[in-house]
């Protein structure tokens, strides 16, 4: 399975944009980019994925590098309930089963 | 509510025991998932169904074993349990197997804990 590396925490101010970076130098041609969150006492939570191209939906955008090897998940406005482990996983057409890392954990600072 | 009920939501039982922990995925999806949260561990795969078939093995302990019925919901079993397999469990489904263009949704989870 491809690997992932995020940083392990980071730290945003409540209404600021805030960027959270992924590597995946691996990645195959066809391994999905996928981002899961989990809040405390929680299942994981489905934020967005995509191939190619940039992803916008209602939760956030994901930003994929040219070639691939890097994402940027976007949330556009902090909130305080956006305080998770977001979680950046390539899942292949082959079996995709999800292999989580650690994750980042998003501090919002009120 | 993610579609995705898992049952019970808290189990407290003894060394050496057998438990069961059962997973109801999503209206249609074909393909559940379980894995294994530990403190220690983070999010572990420990196997995969998709319509009644297993299709991968992660981080399975012999101890442990799971099957998926043909009404589609899905039942995990341990025995001879130890208090290293405390931890969540959590179960996800996800529409089809074949690509990996769809999103999974997890269940609550349920917590064992072993004494």
């Known amino acids: 399975d491809a690997k992932t590396t995020q940083p392990n925490s980071m730290e945003s101010n409540e209404e600021e944009p805030v960027h959270l970076p992924c590597n995946h130098s691996t990645i195959s041609g066809t391994d999905y980019i996928h981002w899961y969150r989990q809040l405390p006492s929680q299942g994981p939570e489905y934020v967005i994925h995509?191939?190619?191209s940039n992803v916008n939906n209602r939760m956030a955008s994901l930003a994929i590098a040219e070639d691939r090897k890097s994402s940027t998940l976007i949330l556009h406005r902090a909130t305080l309930r956006d305080a998770a482990v977001y979680y950046c996983?390539?899942?292949?057409?082959?079996?995709?089963?999800?292999?989580f890392g650690t994750g980042t954990s998003l501090t919002v600072i009120p | 509510d993610s579609g995705v009920t898992q049952t019970p939501k808290h189990l407290i039982t003894a060394t050496g025991q057998r438990v069961t922990l059962r997973c109801s995925p999503r209206?249609?999806?074909?393909?559940v998932y379980w894995y294994q949260q530990s403190l220690d561990q983070g999010l572990q795969f420990l196997i995969q169904y998709y319509n009644g078939e297993e299709r991968a093995k992660g981080n399975i302990l012999e101890r442990f074993s799971a099957q998926q019925f043909p009404d589609l919901h899905s039942e995990l079993n341990l025995s001879s349990l130890e208090l290293g397999d405390s931890a969540l469990y959590f179960c996800?489904?996800?529409?089809?197997?074949?690509?990996?263009?769809?999103?999974?949704?997890f269940g609550q989870g349920t917590r064992l804990t072993v004494v």
């Open positions: 209206s249609g999806d074909l393909s």
């Open positions: 996983i390539l899942r292949r057409n082959t079996g995709n089963q999800f292999y």
């Open positions: 995509g191939l190619t």
């Open positions: 996800a489904s996800s529409a089809y197997s074949g690509s990996a263009n769809t999103e999974a949704f």
